[in-house]
Structures are given as structure tokens and as C-alpha cells.
């Protein structure tokens, strides 16, 4: 990942400000967000379906009468959450946090079809200032959502600030393919099918131009383990799957 200066960020291959690269995300979701699960749909092959498992899956929430309470970041149409409130016990509540209410509208109506609105809710707000007292959630997740950010470091301080001593933090995030050949296939498909596959199905081309490229700037997998590290995480680790194509970052906040 080449490296911007301390007051910039980047969108994609181009360096831009935070203010600004939170703007165009916004305008990204906005565009995306009535296809955006048919798109990760026909983007992985169903793939993301079996990420977002395995990630719940390390998560195991409980499932006796215990109390849970779950925040989920950049959760928008409430796949980790759903996924979580059907694995969990019957005292299990998870908020989703979102910054785009494109993605939050979709999200509300996915969770009244499925009748979870009473175990999930949603909320607007920014993963870099979160409204939410300190030490008050027992899990924090974030799937596909913090390469978005514009100030990765304030949303890991943020993440460790509103856990409680003892609770999990959890990333699912494209990472770096790592087995030899996949690579020059998965550059193939992310540049120039991707985008084709956004164009027909959304008429948007360049937002998934976009996402493609920010894959392609987020940290390597042990960068940004040392970044979670950094924001004050104990027993930091990563779990690689499909070659590399994703990764699952832990931490615990002791």
C-alpha cells in the first residue's frame, strides 16, 4: 500500500483529504445501495455468504440466556447481525452503526421481512466518533467495511473505547491473494469484469472501480495487525481465506 501524507487519505488510487474521501464513499453506497447484496452476490460467487459465516462462526455468540450486546459497523443491510441474532440466545441485540442511510433503509427493511427488528436496530453514525458510552458492547464487527474509512487508526481507537474489558473485536476485509497463479486471476476479474458486472447491474460502473482499488490500498495483513495493536488490542491475530482473497482480524480488548 503506498502511503499518503499525515492529512490525507486515499480514494481508491487517487489521494484525497478525509472530509473528501468520506463524501465520495457515501456517494459510492448511495449509488449501490438497493443491489449492493446481489452485487457481493455475483462479485464472490456466493463466497461472501460463507466469509460472513465463518466470521459468526469465531464470533459464537451465546446462546443461553445470557445478555449479549453486539455493535456492528459499517453493517448497513445487516448481514453480520442477522447472522448473529439467529446463532445467538434470546437476549442478543446487535445496533448497527452506518454512516450512509442509503444502506441503513435497506438494512430497516431486511430486518422487519425477517422479523429481527426487534433484536437489531440502526443507527446513522461515524466509526470514527462513535455515540456510544465507553465499555458498553460485549462484541464489535465490521465486514467489508473498514478499508472505507477515511482515519483507520480513530475507528480501531474507537472500536477498543466502547468494549468491554474482556469482549472481542472482529474485521472480515479483502486482503492480499496470496497462492501463486489466483493472482493474476483476480486482477483479471476485479478490473475488468467487476466494473462490467456494476455497470449492467447498478449502471455504475465506477463505484465498483473504486471498491476494486481499495482493496488494493489496504494495509497488508500484518500491517494491519500492528494497527490493532496499536489502538490498545490484546491476542491480535488473522485467519486468511480463499488464498488470501479475505481475511479475519481479531482482538480482544484486556
Known amino acids: 500500500m503506498s502511503q499518503a501524507p499525515d492529512n490525507s487519505t486515499h480514494f481508491g488510487y487517487r489521494e484525497v483529504s478525509p472530509g473528501e474521501k468520506q463524501g465520495l464513499v457515501n456517494e459510492v453506497f448511495h449509488n449501490v445501495a438497493k ?5 457481493n452476490d455475483l462479485m464472490s460467487g456466493g463466497l461472501h455468504r460463507v466469509w460472513k459465516n465463518l466470521m459468526v462462526e469465531t464470533l459464537n ?6 445478555p449479549f450486546r453486539m455493535l456492528d459497523v459499517a453493517g448497513g443491510t445487516g448481514d453480520i447481525s442477522f447472522r448473529a441474532a439467529k446463532a445467538a440466545g434470546p437476549n442478543f441485540h446487535s445496533t448497527v452503526c452506518d454512516i450512509n442511510t ?9 430486518a422487519q421481512a425477517q422479523v429481527l427488528d426487534d433484536r437489531v436496530d440502526f443507527v446513522e453514525g461515524n466509526a470514527e466518533a462513535l455515540a456510544f458510552a465507553d465499555r458498553s458492547f460485549d462484541a464489535y464487527t465490521i465486514a467489508f467495511g473498514i478499508r472505507n474509512v477515511p482515519q483507520i487508526p480513530l475507528a480501531l481507537r474507537e472500536a477498543w473505547r466502547v468494549l468491554k474489558p474482556g469482549s472481542r473485536f472482529l474485521c472480515l476485509e479483502f486482503s492480499s491473494v ?47 495487525a500492528e494497527m490493532i495493536r496499536d ?4 491476542r491480535v491475530a488473522h485467519e486468511i481465506f480463499s488464498g488470501g482473497i479475505v481475511a479475519l482480524h481479531s482482538g480482544w480488548r484486556l
Open 35 to 39: 443491489r449492493y447484496d446481489l452485487m
Open 61 to 66: 455468540p451465546p446462546r443461553g440466556e445470557a
Open 102 to 110: 442509503d444502506m441503513l433503509a435497506v438494512g430497516r427493511e431486511r
Open 178 to 224: 496470496t497462492m501463486p497463479g489466483l493472482d493474476k486471476i483476480y486482477d483479471i476479474f476485479s478490473f475488468n469484469i467487476i466494473p462490467q458486472i456494476g455497470k449492467a447491474v447498478t449502471g455504475d460502473a465506477e463505484s465498483y472501480r473504486y471498491l476494486v482499488e481499495s482493496i488494493r490500498q489496504f494495509p497488508k495483513p500484518d500491517t494491519f
Open 231 to 234: 489502538a490498545g488490542f490484546s
